[in-house]
């Protein structure tokens, strides 16, 4: 799942995503304060959009270029408020320790042997921020071996939690029904979902 996937996935769609916030996001940051937001494969915009539109200021970052350019289309009454940035964080990792709100929601991480990307994600939250990463539950994915896929093959939220350390309080790791429809073509009832906060 390279750039030129993502690029070509986008392309084959007028819009891929419902242009609404994913609901986890939602109702897990709703009562935090705005701060500075690194928004981990933004797609189309709206995660970030509405952190934007809720006081935080925004890095949204996404491998394809298609998605940022429809976004940033769609960023009206924001201005300044969003950074649209385009980079492949599995290999690329952000600035440590400069984001109050690391938020992934389905963002295929692939595991890795020292977990270098993931370490990189952990390492930008800032102390006392928060780590949010949502996931379709397991039970609800099948593996696509025609695309090579395997849902195995990535991080969940519980993997990730077992790599926290004492710098670290797990704040949520479980399993909930989605809050809204599932995307077209799929079957996705349920969510896994981290929220951790960054002791020091």
């Known amino acids: 799942m390279d750039t030129q996937f993502w690029d070509e996935m986008y392309r084959s769609r007028d819009r891929v995503f419902s242009g609404a916030p994913n609901g986890v996001l939602v109702t897990e940051v709703t009562d935090l304060p ?3 937001a690194l ?12 952190l934007a539109r809720h006081g935080w200021q ?5 491998i394809s270029e298609t998605a940022l350019q429809r976004a940033a289309a769609a960023a009206t009454g ?13 290999s690329t990792p952000p600035p440590a320790g400069a984001f109050d709100l690391v938020s992934a929601h389905y963002f295929p991480l692939p595991h890795q042997p020292d977990h270098i990307a993931l370490r990189g994600l952990l390492d930008a939250v800032a102390p006392g921020g928060t780590l949010l990463f949502a996931t379709h ?27 926290l350390d004492h710098n670290w309080t797990v704040l949520i790791n479980e399993t909930r029904q989605r809050t809204a429809p599932s995307p077209a073509g799929t079957h996705h009832t349920h969510d896994t979902v981290l929220r951790a906060q960054r002791l020091r």
Not at 41 to 50: N, R, S
Not at 137 to 155: H, K, M, T, V
């Open 58 to 62: 925004v890095t949204a970052v996404d």
């Open 78 to 90: 924001i201005t300044g408020r969003v950074a649209w940035t385009r980079a492949d964080l599995t």
């Open 34 to 36: 705005p701060g500075q």
């Open 137 to 163: 539950d397991l039970a609800d994915l099948s593996p696509r071996p025609e695309q090579g896929f395997d849902p195995s093959d990535y991080y969940q939220p519980d993997d990730i939690a077992r790599l």
């Open 39 to 50: 928004d981990v494969g933004c797609g189309e915009g709206a995660d970030a959009l509405w």
